[in-house]
């Protein structure tokens, strides 16, 4: 390539990045390195703070990126567990019979919470076993008065608790 070759294309060039400058400024690798080649006519006992502050900001930028990634990252989780309520709740609406919302907490329920085990928990005044609720298998189990109480007051380091409501 000729000098005169080369002054062309440096115009062409100056030229086409005066004309379009996000080109550079969106591209990382070509401003490092227009601030290495800045900082290296400089010589060694000078330090430009220019590029010390460029370092340090996109050394943040890129910690900002990665927090921002973490949390959109949450929100999708978030969104899909309320989805997950949402068609667990859709479902318990679902029967017409109380046979069909049991059948439904054991079977269905269980794969849409993506859970081992559900059933309904009968507060009963009763010890004994009763015979009327051998049919309904494992879905529904009697427990003595004031269980559901003295369970949900264990400090079993639970983040959610139900609470009663006071109106309707």
Known sequence: MTP?????????????????????????DVMRAL????DETLGQNIVDLRSVAM???????????????????AAYDNLAGTQQIHRALLKIMEPTDFGGFLSMIGT????????????LILETQNQSPDPNLAPLGHVVKPAPS???AD??????????????????
């Open 108 to 119: 269905e329920m269980v794969d849409i919470l993506r859970i081992d085990y559900a059933c």
């Open 35 to 38: 601030l290495a080649s800045h």
């Open 55 to 73: 370092r340090r900001l996109e050394a943040q930028l890129g910690r900002l990126e990665e927090t921002n990634r973490s949390v959109i990252a």
């Open 146 to 148: 004031g269980f559901v």
């Open 4 to 28: 005169q070759d080369a002054a062309q294309a440096e115009k062409i060039l100056r030229d086409f990045i005066t004309e379009n400058p996000r080109i550079v400024l969106d591209a990382p």
């Open 151 to 168: 369970y949900l007051s264990q400090n079993l380091a639970a983040k959610v608790t139900l609470r009663r409501v006071t109106e309707p």
